[in-house]
C-alpha cells in the first residue's frame, strides 16, 4: 500500500528556516527518484527539487536556498529551507519525480507559510 507522510510546515517569518520531511512507503521510496513539490493558492502545483540518487536538481526559484538530504534506512527525505520568502508559502508535498499528470497518489501535504 502506497503512503507519503509531510511534515515539519509551519509559520516562519521571511529570512526564517523551515525542515521538511517526508516519510514514503517502500513502493514509492524504492523508485530512488523522490522529489519536492509545492503547490501555492491559487497556483498548480510544482516540482520544488528531484533527489536522483546523489544528484538533487532544484527548481530555479530556490537559488541556492533549499537543500535536500535523504536517509534510506527510514525511507525518508528531508528538505531544508533557509531565506524563506512570503512566495514560498504553499503546502508541500513529496512524491516519485514524474509528470506531475502521471502522479495519482499524494500525501497531505504540509503547510508552510512565511509571513510577517
Known amino acids: 500500500q502506497e503512503q507519503i507522510v509531510e511534515s515539519g510546515g509551519g509559520w516562519v517569518q521571511p529570512g526564517g528556516s523551515l525542515r521538511l520531511a517526508c516519510v514514503a512507503s517502500g513502493s514509492i521510496f524504492s523508485t530512488k527518484v523522490m522529489g519536492w513539490y509545492r503547490q501555492a493558492p491559487g497556483k498548480e502545483r510544482e516540482l520544488v527539487a528531484g533527489?536522483?540518487?546523489?544528484?538533487?536538481r532544484y527548481a530555479d526559484f530556490v537559488n541556492g536556498r533549499f537543500t535536500t538530504s535523504k536517509d534510506n534506512s527510514k525511507n525518508a527525505i528531508y528538505l531544508q529551507m533557509n531565506s524563506l520568502r512570503p512566495e514560498d508559502t504553499a503546502v508541500y508535498y513529496c512524491?516519485?519525480?514524474?509528470?506531475?499528470?502521471?502522479?495519482?497518489?499524494w500525501g497531505q501535504g504540509t503547510q508552510v507559510t512565511v509571513s510577517s
Open positions: 533527489v536522483f540518487g546523489n544528484i538533487t
Open positions: 512524491n516519485r519525480v514524474r509528470p506531475i499528470a502521471t502522479l495519482t497518489y
